[in-house]
């Protein structure tokens, strides 16, 4: 069975997030970290720290962002400002900042 981090989204702990296990992805420390940070605060701590990944060699393909946001935290990813005109008619028509789950699904397809 896999269990999945109250912190950063990694879904395949294999164990469930507590008794001072560490989470291999965001390193959060179960019973210690969280005893004194929210598990929000932990992950604001590590978005901002750049969600590198905290043990070992990260997963093939792994993504952070991709990670958070599958895991229903999008508003942890960052934004992406994108800024697109469009010469049709007689003013450009601008669209800006995407949210990073759009993104992803038109470059995902």
């Known amino acids: 069975m896999r269990f ?16 001072y296990h560490i989470c291999p992805c965001c390193g959060t420390e179960f019973g ?3 005893a004194e940070f929210s598990h929000a605060q932990l992950r604001e701590m590590w978005v901002a720290d750049g969600a590198f990944w905290f043990f070992g060699i990260p997963p093939r393909d792994w993504n952070p962002w991709l990670q958070l946001i599958e895991g229903g935290h999008p508003e942890s990813a960052p ?6 005109t469009s010469r ?15 993104v992803l699904l038109s470059v995902n397809g």
Do not use: H, I, W
Not at 4 to 19: E, F, T
Not at 79 to 84: C, I, K, M
């Open 4 to 19: 999945r981090c109250p912190v950063c989204m990694y879904g395949s702990l294999p164990y469930p997030a507590r008794d």
């Open 32 to 34: 210690n970290d969280d």
């Open 79 to 84: 934004a992406v400002r994108l800024e697109l």
């Open 88 to 102: 049709v008619g007689p003013r450009p028509q601008r669209v800006s900042f995407v949210t990073p789950k759009q």
